[in-house]
């Protein structure tokens, strides 16, 4: 029995001392970096609501909607709060919301005919947030309901 407890004993001390890159046991450090940046596609729409405190790290941008994804060193909350400035700015509602600490998603639109969503979460990486932001102009009577709908329930419409 004491064999086995010191054995995966030692496992744990190999698996953080591998990870961190650093001879000082104490404090093992996450061996982790952000993914490159990328420089905007001139093909996103003007008025995509991307947050200047995020660097943007993927853009695909399809027919019927854009996804943005990237980082920053912000903290959630001060994203969520960031944002939100940014967003009606654009000319976009804030048509719901969600907020846990961790991890925040503001759900916009504009008009009856555009809606997304911009969500945050800790990580990729210790000290930074992950933020996507989707951008779909909803060219169909269910989508333009489905905005309806959310407006109503949030008070927003």
């Known amino acids: 029995m004491r064999v086995s407890a010191l054995v995966v004993s030692a ?3 190999v698996g953080m001392t ?3 890159g650093s001879e000082d046991l104490g404090e093992p450090v996450a061996a982790c970096t952000p993914p490159p940046t990328i420089s905007a596609p001139s093909d996103i729409p003007a008025d995509v609501p991307w947050p200047d405190a995020v660097a943007l790290t993927k853009a695909q941008v399809k027919k019927k909607f854009v996804a943005l994804e990237g980082f920053s060193q ?8 960031g944002v939100r400035p940014d967003i009606t700015e654009s000319g976009f509602d804030i048509i719901n919301t969600d907020y ?3 991890e925040a998603e503001l759900y916009i639109a504009k008009g ?3 809606a997304g969503i911009v969500s945050m979460r800790e990580g ?3 000290g930074y ?3 996507n932001v989707i951008y779909d102009p909803l060219e169909t009577a269910a989508g333009r ?3 309806r709908k959310t407006r109503k329930l949030s008070g927003e419409g």
């Open 124 to 126: 990729p990486c210790d």
């Open 112 to 114: 009856t005919g555009l």
């Open 145 to 147: 309901e489905a905005v």
């Open 100 to 102: 846990e600490g961790f």
């Open 11 to 13: 496992l744990v001390l």
């Open 129 to 131: 947030v992950k933020v």
């Open 18 to 20: 591998g990870c961190s």
């Open 74 to 81: 912000r903290s959630v909350e001060g994203l969520f709060e």
